[in-house]
């Protein structure tokens, strides 16, 4: 089983930037897809964006597209979430994710971000 940890999460108002990163455990990060989601207050988590294991493909949200973007350094063991232009309705406890034969098998515990208007 490999842990996630996430962090960067915080109070930003909008039109501003973060930058979330997970670290993965598991020398093994290199060999699995990653994926972030998030679930906004009162609401089901959703998918935002995911990468391929080598980075090379990447997919995104509607919602999201054009404004987030997805990156790995598999040497760090590390997935990157980069929020540009933030808005509240980005407001949400966000999560990585591990992406195994049947779906994502792993979740980190989350990192809240919260965008003032």
């Known amino acids: 089983q490999v842990q996630l940890v996430e962090s960067g999460g915080g109070l930003v108002q909008a039109g501003d930037s973060l930058r979330l990163s997970c670290v993965a455990s598991r020398r093994s990060f290199s060999t699995y897809a990653m994926g972030w989601f998030r679930q906004p207050p009162g609401k089901e988590r959703e998918f935002v964006a995911a990468i391929s294991w080598r980075g090379d493909s990447t997919s995104y949200a509607d919602s999201v597209k054009g404004r987030f973007n997805i990156s790995r350094d598999n040497a760090k063991n590390t997935v990157y979430l980069q929020m540009n232009s933030l808005k509240p309705e980005d407001t949400a406890v966000y999560y990585c994710?591990?992406?195994?034969?049947?779906?994502?098998?792993?979740w980190g515990q989350g990192t809240r971000v919260t965008v003032s208007s």
């Open positions: 994710a591990k992406q195994g034969d049947y779906g994502y098998d792993s």
